[in-house]
């Protein structure tokens, strides 16, 4: 049971490169979310899928896109890097649907990738 | 909205010492709460979770935490500080109006000086 799962783990582009973060759970978890992770400013929801089938905007969606491949798997796209997407990039999951508003369930995190853009 | 503040970026103890980690929320109803702990160069890694039953929660590695409605406090402690402990500890809340999204607290370091 390896839990969430991410490649890379490290890259680096050059502006305006394109790249797919790739992410994989083995919980049989339904939701699924990327996030980023910069000095200082905890963790930012960029998109979260709360189901096979769904994608919704999170906080700082700009510059991203996503698919939900199948249950298991969430990838994350940069069309164009920017510098300021230079960052660390966790994927999550989280267990069968939710307790409802206000009622969100732990979330399980991947290692991460650290990507830096030139 | 909803927000989470963690009161201190950095927290220094010695090893054996007693650790507390500052959390205060904004909520107008009772959320759920979790304490995520992030070593170095690692993913998150939840600690403990408030879900509206006992307010002393109990989490891994002998951390706990209690939930104060009345303070909006949620605190985290451990009695005995290990040099393993240090790391990077983030209070999270959950959106009121989301069944998903969590709300990230900027962090507090924990330093264990041998």
């Known amino acids: 049971n390896a839990g969430v799962t991410q490649t890379p783990k490290f890259q680096v582009l050059k502006t305006g490169q394109s790249m797919t973060l790739q992410c994989a759970q083995d919980?049989?978890?339904?939701?699924m979310y990327w996030y980023r992770q910069d000095p200082g400013m905890g963790l930012r929801l960029i998109y979260y899928?709360?189901?096979?089938?769904?994608?919704d905007k999170g906080e700082v969606p700009n510059g991203y896109n996503v698919s939900r491949l199948n249950k298991r798997e969430f990838s994350l796209r940069l069309e164009s890097a920017a510098p300021s997407q230079t960052s660390v990039y966790f994927c999550?999951?989280?267990?069968?649907?939710?307790?409802?508003?206000?009622?969100?369930?732990?979330?399980?995190f991947g290692p991460g990738t650290r990507l830096t853009v030139t | 909205a909803q927000s989470v503040t963690q009161l201190d970026s950095h927290v220094s103890v010695s090893e054996g010492t007693p650790v507390l980690l500052r959390c205060n929320y904004s909520?107008?109803?009772?959320?759920?709460l979790f304490w995520y702990v992030q070593h170095p160069n690692k993913g998150l890694q939840l600690l403990l979770k408030?879900?509206?039953?006992?307010?002393l929660v109990k989490g891994i590695n002998g951390f706990e935490a209690e939930f104060k409605k009345s303070e909006t406090s949620f605190h985290l402690t451990k009695p005995s500080a290990h040099m393993s402990d240090a790391a990077e500890y983030f209070c999270?809340?959950?959106?009121?109006?989301?069944?998903?999204?969590?709300?990230f607290g900027s962090g507090t370091r924990l330093l264990v000086r041998p």
């Open positions: 999550a999951s989280s267990g069968e649907g939710s307790g409802g508003p206000g009622r969100a369930y732990e979330q399980y």
């Open positions: 919980m049989n978890h339904n939701s």
């Open positions: 899928s709360a189901s096979e089938g769904t994608t």
């Open positions: 909520s107008s109803y009772s959320p759920s």
């Open positions: 408030y879900t509206s039953a006992a307010t």
């Open positions: 999270v809340v959950s959106d009121r109006d989301s069944s998903y999204k969590l709300i």
